[in-house]
């Protein structure tokens, strides 16, 4: 198909900045997007905005302190196991022959504490000094997994019809 070369003026300016878009669209849903080397240190080559906003840390903080490395970062914040799960995952994916990887973990923030976050990756084909490159996509599941936590604690422990009102009142519904 041939754009008229009046049109496509208008086009260029309706489509402009796709990677302005880009961020404005990750950070609209609230989804941290990030691209890794996967060494050793799973070395963060790019994070978009709600990254940042989602660890608590102003980017060049963070940068100044882990070095875009998320085993300095997990450790300081005394998280090493939760690296431990991620890292298992990402090398079980690699040794499988998969391009992509999930899990359910707890991502530290700066001030102490944690939100819960549902982490997937994808491997791409692209290599690093003999190490794939791979993009990780995080979304904070911190609500659903208090909320699935505080009704299996009840479920299990209070059966029937308490149970129900304990659980509607935890979740303020009506």
């Given at each position: 198909m041939?754009i008229p070369q009046?049109n496509?003026?208008?086009i260029?300016r309706v489509v402009g900045?796709?990677?302005?878009d880009?961020e404005?669209?990750m950070n609209?849903m609230?989804?941290?997007?990030?691209?890794?080397?996967?060494?050793?240190h799973f070395t963060?080559?790019?994070?978009n905005?709600f990254y940042y906003?989602?660890i608590?840390?102003?980017?060049?903080?963070?940068?100044?302190?882990?070095?875009?490395?998320?085993?300095?970062y997990?450790?300081?914040?005394?998280?090493?196991?939760?690296l431990k799960?991620i890292?298992?995952?990402?090398k079980?994916?690699i040794?499988?022959?998969e391009?992509?990887?999930s899990?359910?973990t707890?991502?530290?923030v700066?001030?102490?504490?944690h939100v819960?976050v549902?982490?997937?990756?994808v491997i791409t084909?692209n290599?690093?000094?003999g190490f794939?490159?791979?993009?990780?996509?995080?979304?904070n599941?911190?609500?659903?997994?208090?909320i699935?936590?505080a009704?299996?604690?009840?479920?299990?422990?209070?059966?029937?019809?308490?149970?129900k009102?304990?659980i509607?009142?935890?979740?303020h519904?009506?």
């Amino acid at each position: 198909m041939n754009i008229p070369q009046k049109n496509q003026f208008k086009i260029e300016r309706v489509v402009g900045n796709v990677a302005e878009d880009y961020e404005l669209l990750m950070n609209t849903m609230q989804v941290s997007v990030s691209k890794h080397i996967l060494d050793d240190h799973f070395t963060a080559i790019w994070s978009n905005d709600f990254y940042y906003q989602l660890i608590r840390y102003p980017k060049e903080e963070y940068k100044a302190l882990f070095h875009n490395r998320p085993d300095l970062y997990y450790p300081y914040h005394h998280y090493e196991e939760e690296l431990k799960k991620i890292q298992n995952v990402v090398k079980e994916a690699i040794h499988a022959g998969e391009t992509k990887y999930s899990l359910i973990t707890r991502m530290p923030v700066k001030g102490g504490g944690h939100v819960w976050v549902q982490l997937h990756g994808v491997i791409t084909k692209n290599e690093f000094d003999g190490f794939p490159i791979a993009y990780s996509v995080m979304i904070n599941v911190d609500d659903f997994v208090k909320i699935e936590k505080a009704q299996s604690i009840t479920y299990d422990n209070i059966s029937g019809f308490v149970a129900k009102y304990l659980i509607k009142d935890y979740l303020h519904i009506e």
